[in-house]
């Protein structure tokens, strides 16, 4: 199974917003709410941002946000800071096993 | 709260294997799904394989499936993650994860640098 498609790379203004892509198949993305996103700071573990595509764990700043539309899912953060300068990675369950995508520098200009 | 806390660093020759350990403190160790990721250094992240403690079975991702054992010790409440034929290819990061709700993996130990080198 291929990973998952996301941007390479992404930037914004402090304050502004951006949305980050994820894209699969109808085997992954598209078939399963079981779509999570993670944050991962240099030298640190990912940390989990969103889960079953639209959830936020305790947390979690409500700036950031999940959505899917088909087999594309997109994580949306509002209000850009400096600390969220960091690598994005989207996750998908499939029926025999989890998929990553090849994640997405975030840099906040 | 729960922690994964994993095994120190190892250092490998190629051919040979490694066996990495991630023990859970806090919650209920057998009920959650743990798995195994790895990063290469200055790559994104990659799912090895995983185990529900309660049902013994694991699952494993297709490149690694005749090279990776992963098992879980309920009595410890550690995970293992034995990579076989070891090549550089393997120098990587090995993460242990769980659950906590849903399908996002919540708790992630702190890392094991795996290199693989002659």
């Known amino acids: 199974q291929s990973a998952l498609t996301q941007p390479a790379s992404v930037s914004g203004s402090p304050g502004q917003s951006i949305t980050i892509s994820c894209t699969g198949t109808s085997s992954d993305v598209g078939d399963y709410n079981y779509v999570s996103w993670y944050q991962q700071h240099p030298g640190k573990a990912p940390k989990l941002m969103i889960y079953?595509?639209?959830n936020r764990p305790s947390g979690v700043s409500n700036r950031f946000s999940g959505s899917k539309s088909g087999n594309t899912a997109s994580l949306t953060i509002s209000g850009l800071q400096a600390e969220d300068e960091a690598d994005y990675y989207c996750?998908?369950?499939?029926?025999?096993?989890?998929?990553f995508g090849g994640g997405t520098k975030l840099t906040v200009l | 709260q729960v922690q994964l806390v994993q095994s120190g660093a190892e250092v490998k020759k190629p051919g040979s294997s490694v066996k990495v350990s991630c023990k859970a403190s806090g919650g209920t160790f057998r009920n959650y799904a743990i798995s195994w990721v790895r990063q290469a250094p200055g790559q994104g992240l990659e799912w090895m394989g995983g185990?529900?403690?309660?049902?013994?079975?694991?699952n494993y991702a297709q490149k690694f499936q005749d090279r990776v054992t992963i098992t879980a010790d309920e009595s410890t409440s550690t995970a293992y993650m034995e990579l076989s034929s070891l090549r550089s290819e393997d120098t990587a990061v090995y993460y242990c994860a769980r659950r906590k709700a849903g399908s996002g993996w919540y708790y992630w130990g702190q890392g094991t640098l795996v290199t693989v080198s002659s």
């Open positions: 185990i529900i403690p309660i049902f013994g079975t694991a």
């Open positions: 079953d595509v639209s």
């Open positions: 996750s998908s369950y499939t029926s025999s096993s989890t998929l």
